[in-house]
C-alpha cells in the first residue's frame, strides 16, 4: 500500500514474513519477479520461531534449499527471530526501522493480518 501523499515511491527493503511452507516458495518467486527485481529492493525472509532454536535453523536451511531450487535471486537474506509470540516479533522487528514494507502470505482467517493491518487499510 502505498499513501495516497506519496510522490515518489523507492522501495529497496522489503521483509517477508515467513512460515515456511510450500506456498511461502511460490509467493516468493511471484514477490521477486514483480516487486524486488523491478525495484532492485533486497528481500529478508524472515522467520518467527516459537519452537526451540535447532529446530529454527533446520527450517531455515530446509527452506533455502527448496528456495534456491525456485528463485534466483542475490539480494535475499534470512533471519530467524526466537519469540512466544508470533504477534510482538513481527511488531519489534518492524519497530527496528530495517524495512520499507512487510510481506506475509495468510492463508486463514485467524491469523495475525487482522491485528497487525488498521482497518482502514486492509
Not at 524486488?36 to 524472515?46: M, N
Not at 522467520?47 to 533455502?64: A, P, Y
Not at 519489534?92 to 495468510?106: H, K, N, S
Request: charged fraction near 30%.
Amino acid at each position: 500500500m502505498v499513501p495516497p501523499s506519496t510522490d515518489k515511491f523507492l522501495l529497496e527493503r522489503i521483509t517477508y514474513a515467513s512460515d515456511f511452507g510450500e506456498a511461502d516458495v511460490q509467493a516468493m518467486d511471484w514477490l521477486i519477479k514483480t516487486v524486488a527485481r523491478p525495484y532492485e529492493a533486497f528481500v529478508k525472509i524472515i522467520h518467527v520461531n516459537t519452537l526451540d532454536r535447532q529446530k529454527g535453523e533446520e527450517q531455515i536451511q530446509w527452506f533455502q534449499k527448496r528456495l534456491d531450487q525456485k528463485v534466483h535471486y542475490d539480494k535475499l537474506g534470512f533471519e530467524s527471530i526466537h519469540s512466544d509470540s508470533v504477534f510482538d516479533a513481527l511488531v519489534l522487528y518492524a519497530e527496528r526501522g530495517e524495512m520499507d514494507t512487510l510481506v506475509m502470505l495468510e492463508c486463514n482467517e485467524k491469523g495475525i493480518v487482522p491485528s497487525l493491518c488498521p482497518s482502514r487499510f486492509c
